[in-house]
Structure formats: C-alpha cells, structure tokens
C-alpha cells in the first residue's frame, strides 16, 4: 500500500466514495485529506470517520486566512481534539505566490497553528510557496522540531533541504517531480535520506504524469512513488514500505490506530 499523505477529498469533483475505492483498489492507502478553512476542516473530520483509510487534518490555509479571527483559532482547536482520526494540523504557511492575504495575516496564523500542533502533539503541514526564508524563520521561531513537521510538495534547494533534515523534519514531494524540466526537484528528491520521505497527490492539484493539467486523485499518488523509487534506484516494493513507515512515523497512525 502506498499513502496519500496530502489530498483534499472535499475539493475533488467527483463521488468522494468512488474516489476513495478506486484509491484502494489501485493500492493507496491511508489517505490523509486536508482541511483548507474551517467549514474543509470539519469536513474533513467527517471523511475520517465515514471511511477507514482516511485521515483527516485541520487547518486554515494561508491563502484563507484573510479574514481569519482569534475564535477561529480555539474553534480550530475544538475540531482537532474531537476526534481520534485527526492527525495533524495545516495546512498552514506562507504563501507569496498568490497575495490573497495579506503577509502579516498569514505570518499570525501559521504562528497560531504551530503552537496548536505543539499543545497537542500532532504533526504539523507546512505549505510554503515562495517564503522559504520566513518560513524557516517562524519554523524556528515557533519551535515547531518539538512536533513532527512535513514540509508539504517541497520546493527549495538543496541548502534549505539541508537545513530542514538538520531540524528533523519530513518531506514530502507531489506530481511535479514527474514533470520532464524538474530535473532540479528530482535531484532534491534523491538527497531525502530514507526515513524522512514522504509522497502526496495534493489532489485534486498537480497531477503527475502523464495526466498533467487535469483534476488529480489520490490513487496517482503511485505515480509520484515510483518517480521517487526511479530517482533512488530502489523498487516500486521497496518505496511503499518506506513511505508506509514514514506517514506512520510523522502522523502517528499506526499507534492511533492500535489505541482506537
Ligand atoms: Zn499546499
Ligand atoms: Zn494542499
């Protein structure tokens, strides 16, 4: 079985129980699917506990935290510890691609959720778009290695790559390492020791190859693992193992699961 460890179900155009068995039957599970905004997080909750495979996280992206307030925060909170199923909070960030709010609301927010994921111990998802150095500034800031953190579709270099490893974080990578000019991305990729590596659809964003451009779903997360597979020269076998045990690791899953 492969993890999903990053989609969002509640954003996917199309029958989310198809979705999901069709994932399975092609071999991918647990699927972690992300909340975006409050009304995506409980959304998000529900998935969890209506499907087995699925895993929820709560969080207020940053490109949504325009008009986020304080009591969204302690709303957010409530969300997390109502169910065993929730296991990580984000995602969260800083996103400078696209201003749809402002940097100093963004910068509040991903502060917020950071020390929620470390009140409760659950692991953090960062999204970071073209704010790598505030990004590990606040990261530091905020003391975030006291949680498990996942750098989400990972984009820097190979000096922030060393920086993050330094940290202890994970690091995750979606479709855009199957496009044919992320050479760059590839190599990062490679640099990933074994036991920090994750893989993720972002469905229904960034379909890998050969379905590029068109609405992604969580069972091509297989065709991100055996891009990461072919850059390490490891088997198809062999990354599933390791990408089981690493989403185990950070999200805390497979001891969720014995304690449910
Ligand atoms: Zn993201
Ligand atoms: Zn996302």
């Avoid at 996103?95 to 111990?121: M, N, T, V, W």
């Avoid at 998802?125 to 505030?134: E, F, L, M, N, T």
């Avoid at 990461?228 to 045990?245: D, V």
Wanted: net charge negative.
């Amino acid at each position: 079985m492969i993890p999903d460890t990053h989609a969002h179900l509640d954003l996917i155009d199309q029958e989310t129980g198809k979705v999901i068995s069709a994932a399975e039957q092609a071999g991918v599970s647990p699927i972690i699917t992300i909340g975006i905004n409050l009304a995506s997080s409980t959304e998000a909750v529900w998935y969890s506990r209506s499907f087995d495979s699925v895993y929820a996280a709560v969080g207020i992206h940053p490109n949504d935290t325009g008009n986020m307030t304080a009591g969204d925060a302690d709303r957010l909170e409530e969300i997390a510890r109502g169910d065993d199923k929730v296991v990580a909070i984000g995602e969260t960030g800083l996103d400078y691609y696209r201003d749809r709010s402002p940097a100093e609301r963004q910068k509040d927010a991903f502060r917020a959720h950071i020390r929620l994921a470390r009140r409760l111990g659950m692991a953090l998802i960062v999204h970071d778009r073209q704010a790598h150095d505030d990004t590990l500034e606040i990261l530091k800031e905020e003391k975030a290695d006291e949680t498990r953190v996942v750098m989400h579709c990972f984009s820097g270099n190979p000096d922030m790559l060393r920086e993050v490893l330094g940290r202890g974080y994970f690091v995750s990578f979606a479709g855009p390492i199957t496009f044919k000019k992320s050479q760059a991305a590839r190599k990062v990729a490679s640099l990933v020791p074994d036991d920090r590596l994750l893989a993720e659809t972002d469905a229904p964003f960034l379909s890998p190859e050969p379905f590029r451009g068109k609405p992604n779903i969580p069972e091509r997360v297989r065709l991100v693992a055996n891009e990461l597979a072919r850059t390490r020269g490891i088997s198809p076998e062999e990354m599933a193992g390791l990408l089981t045990a690493n989403t185990e690791a950070a999200f805390g899953i497979g001891t969720k699961e014995k304690k449910r």
